[in-house]
């Protein structure tokens, strides 16, 4: 297992020595150490990447996209090794690991299809005496600081569009999972990807962040965390006008109309809340549900809920793995407690689950009937296997409910009438709408966010745009 800094193609430990421990996220036993890098590991990384940027950035596009392609392929062969990894370091199920390892793997040849397709346009003009024509050139050297929740599929998602233009980039891990990103860094080296295009360090995430966004060679930085983090990059962000993409919280709504086939609806509604524990930013945070089929989905969706098997990652048919940290199991205690004194009724979960050997951090797919917009899981991302059910009279009222809130990743909405579907789906304010599916991340599309869901879009033509700086040239034609 890779334990130090890749920069500028060699393994490297932080100019300290300090380390710092990963541990497995259902036992807390240490998996290994990796480097407590900081503002002069980050400023190492910045100046391998500014070494390479030139045979990078001028290597055809062609060539490039052949590198995407084997990275991809590299990812599919490292399958059962990446999701390993991820299942210790984050605790997510294995199946849901490797389905996350081909997710990533789709961002390299989604990138390499659009390495491909990237071209100079000639714009016509009105102008007999101009030629006008807008060139593709990469942004520059770019960041990622990448999330814990899926630690492959997010640096995946970075990674490829950079690659693809011609950036070369510098990379941060979350704390809580940097193994998988350093795996990834040995892929790429035994791609042969040249030396200094990435770059790989783990450690303190503010001076990390702080020494990039003020170095003034990184052109942009791409997020996916918290919104109060995502703020206050975006300050700092300022100083040297770095361009950001900003994936933050979601909260959002999941609406079953009264003519929705509902059990398709509740099976959505388990794949979709329950993945990955409840801690992705795009699972169904408040379901809001028509009063005429709100026992039938309630019952059915708890039943659903209760059956899951809850336990270690690794362990076959284990659906629920454990929350990542403690103040994750505080905050969904507190926001059932919340819920409960608001009137809301425990259908099934509600408490935490002893896994043998393991950290009290498990915690039971919870289901709230008698949900209001006034509980504090209607007002807050919950980052858990918590599903609160609101009922609804109208669409008017439904729509009112989902949009209430400063989020705006996700959406979902269940119904059998196609025009209601179009309707509601564009007055939804939010940047991803899943319609009769419960689970819509696909990396040919574009995700992203309104709000304080962040800006930027990841994933097809559009996640590669956000790594463009075109160039508008205008020249002269002699008559
Ligand atoms: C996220 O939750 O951060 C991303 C989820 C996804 O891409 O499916």
């Known amino acids: 297992m890779q334990d130090q800094n890749f920069i500028d193609g060699h393994w490297r430990s932080a100019h300290s020595g300090k380390t710092f421990a990963v541990c497995d996220a259902a036992t807390g036993e240490e998996l290994a150490r990796v480097p407590q890098s900081g503002a002069l590991e980050a400023v190492d990384a910045i100046n391998a990447a500014d070494n390479a940027f030139h045979g990078w950035s001028t290597l055809s596009p062609s060539k490039r996209a052949s590198f995407l392609t084997l990275i991809a392929q590299g990812m599919r062969e490292r399958k059962t090794e990446f999701a390993q990894i991820m299942t210790a370091e984050c605790g997510k199920p294995l199946d849901e ?89 040995q892929l790429l080296h035994d791609v042969g990807l040249p030396a200094g295009v990435v770059n790989v360090i783990t450690g303190d995430p503010s001076s990390i962040g702080q020494a990039w966004l003020s170095d003034g060679r990184v052109r942009k930085l791409s997020f996916t965390g918290s919104t109060a983090v995502g703020r206050l990059l975006m300050k700092s962000a300022a100083e040297q006008v770095v361009r950001l993409s900003l994936e933050l919280g979601g909260h959002a709504p999941f609406i079953v109309f009264s003519d929705a086939d509902v059990s398709a609806a509740v099976v959505a509604a388990v794949n979709g809340k329950f993945r990955v524990a409840g801690q992705t930013c795009v699972c169904p945070n408040r379901f809001i549900v028509a009063e005429d089929v709100y026992e039938q989905f309630v019952s059915q969706f708890a039943a659903m809920a209760k059956e899951l098997r809850v336990g270690r990652g690794r362990d076959a048919g284990v659906r629920i793995g454990p929350l990542i940290d403690d103040r994750a199991i505080t905050r969904i205690r507190n926001q059932i407690k919340d819920a409960v004194s608001h009137g809301a009724k425990i259908v099934t979960g509600g408490e935490t689950v002893h896994v043998e050997g393991c950290l009290d951090r498990f915690f039971a797919p919870t289901v709230l009937a008698n949900a209001s917009t006034e509980m504090l899981c209607f007002r ?100």
Do not use: H
């Not at 008017?396 to 959406?411: C, H, K, R, V």
């Not at 319609?435 to 990841?458: C, H, L, M």
């Open 97 to 185: 690991a490797q389905g996350e390892v081909d997710y990533g793997a789709d961002y390299f040849l989604s990138a390499a299809d659009e390495a491909n397709r990237l071209q100079s346009e000639s714009i016509p003009s009105r102008r007999a005496d101009r030629a006008l024509n807008a060139i593709p050139e990469p942004i520059g050297i770019v960041g990622a600081i990448t999330p814990w929740n899926f630690p492959l599929a997010m640096l995946a998602r970075k990674t490829a569009p950079a690659l693809a233009v011609g950036c070369t980039q510098v990379v941060k891990p979350a704390e809580l999972t940097p193994l998988t990103a350093l795996a990834f860094a």
């Open 380 to 479: 807050e991302e919950t980052f858990g296997p918590l599903a609160p059910i609101a009922k609804f009279e109208t669409e008017s009222q439904a729509i009112e409910m989902a949009n209430d809130t400063p989020f705006g990743l996700a959406g979902y909405i269940f119904s059998r009438d196609q025009n209601a579907l179009q309707r509601v789906s564009r007055q939804l304010n939010c940047g991803i709408v899943g319609v009769n599916t419960g689970v819509i991340s696909d990396a040919y599309a574009p995700f992203g966010g309104r709000g304080w869901s962040g800006f930027g879009r990841e994933g097809g033509r559009w996640g590669i745009e956000e790594y463009i700086s075109w160039k508008y040239v205008c020249a002269a034609v002699n008559g």
